[in-house]
């Protein structure tokens, strides 16, 4: 049985070039069985960033605390605790905290539409 | 562009048999062009519960706040604010609220493995 607590998750830094400041844990994932997607658990430290970037795969996005921005179709939007954003496959994205920092739920695919594992599933 | 914050979602009652205070909304699905799985917020009120039942498609939870318990694999958990929770396919499980009531996100596949649409989703 999967019950496993956001406060209790191992962090691991995000290596990805382009990110600062962001760890994640993958809190339901291919590992466990997730048959078609992912939950990821992802922490930005006030000032840091994900990396600004694409792909061919979706996310859908919970903020579960913090404050910060989203790049979306080019202009930053502020978010807040409770949004919920879904970023496109293909779309330009880039989260970015301040103040306290943000932590957020962000969800892939576990296999894009060529059949490979999404990464980071 | 889709943010929604789940403070505003207009929640709908889950009509389905066995469902008791329980209010849902879908706040990224199909209608927003998402291909792989549906992110749902809901609310059950305290001493509400989701129906008891198992089905062919998976769930990941993330409890946002408040206090209740899951069936899962025959016994009943306690769960609370920040816990995920993943019920496979095909497993029986109900969520049940005390206290203040329970607010989670409910997540699923927009399609099951058959290629039908997934009911909620």
Chains 1, 2 share one sequence.
Do not use: W
Request: glycine letters at 12%; charged letters at 25%; a negative charge.
């Amino acid at each position: 049985m999967v019950i496993r607590n956001i406060e209790e998750a191992p962090m691991e830094p995000v290596q990805m070039a382009g990110a600062e400041g962001t760890t994640m844990a993958v809190m339901v994932g291919r590992e466990d069985g997730a048959p078609n997607f992912s939950l990821r658990n992802i922490r930005v430290e006030a000032g840091g960033y994900t990396p600004r970037h694409a792909h061919d795969y979706e996310h859908e996005v919970f903020i579960i605390s913090g404050e910060g921005t989203v790049l979306l179709e080019g202009s930053e939007q502020p978010v807040r605790a409770g949004d919920v954003v879904f970023v496109p496959a293909d779309e330009e994205h880039q989260f970015k905290a301040s103040g306290a920092g943000l932590r957020f739920l962000c969800l892939v695919p576990v296999h894009r539409n060529c059949g490979e594992e999404t990464p980071g599933s």
